[in-house]
């Protein structure tokens, strides 16, 4: 078997991985996250521009994450000195405060352990990935980017958002949704219901598979 094919990623609705890390907070582990939601991505590089724009971004809206109930929590290779002093320096030079923690992975067995290594592209750095891992400790949503390509932050935190109003009110969300707006009544599952459905149509129900509602 190859090396990249032995690369497994976790699945939505797994078990996150468990680990224990060290990271510019001190040692965390995925227990310490138990209660609330998880976004765990990785980065490339200490010290390098993609990279530090990312993490730029994601302080820009990690107070706002955190309201809603969700911490923020980096990986990448590099030592803990390392990150200490792009810390650091990310603060002198752009002004920005990393108030979040990154791990310090630098024998990549969490990265590995997550599929966050895409050996096509590097055999010891791994790839902009994404975990959205729920307050239960499961995978809900992962997405991965090549090294080249920034994150759009905004999109995570609505991918959130969406997963968590999931959740709270048993819908779905459309394309494109964003709090506040109308969600997905979920499909009917019997002809009954599906007729129930067709007799309601309106602006807000065009099909008797396709309905959507405020949430209250």
């Not at 809206?61 to 803990?80: A, H, M, P, Y």
């Not at 999109?155 to 969406?162: D, F, K």
Request: glycine share 6%; aromatic share 8%; hydrophobic share 45%.
């Amino acid at each position: 078997m190859t090396e990249s094919a032995s690369v497994c990623v976790p699945r939505i609705g797994d078990p996150a991985p468990d680990f224990e890390a060290e990271t510019t907070h001190g040692i965390l582990r995925l227990e310490d996250f138990r209660g609330s939601w998880l976004v765990l991505f990785s980065h490339p590089a200490d010290f390098t521009p993609v990279c530090a724009s990312e993490l730029i971004a994601f302080a820009g809206v990690r107070d706002t994450l955190r309201k809603s109930g969700c911490e923020l929590l980096g990986l990448s290779v590099d030592s803990i000195f390392s990150h200490i002093a792009w810390v650091r320096s990310l603060e002198e030079k752009f002004g920005v405060v990393i108030d979040f923690p990154l791990i310090a992975d630098t024998t990549g067995e969490m990265a590995r352990r997550y599929g966050m290594t895409m050996p096509a592209e590097s055999a010891t750095e791994p790839a902009r990935v994404v975990f959205v891992i729920d307050d239960r400790q499961f995978i809900r949503a992962f997405m991965a980017y090549p090294m080249t390509t920034g994150r759009n932050v905004e999109e995570i935190m609505r991918l959130v958002a969406a997963l968590q109003a999931t959740d709270a009110h048993g819908v779905a969300t459309p394309a494109g949704w964003k709090p506040g707006e109308g969600v997905l009544a979920p499909p009917p599952r019997t002809q009954a219901m599906a007729e129930e459905r067709a007799k309601a149509a309106g602006p807000s129900c065009p099909d008797w598979y396709f309905c959507k509602r405020e949430l209250s």
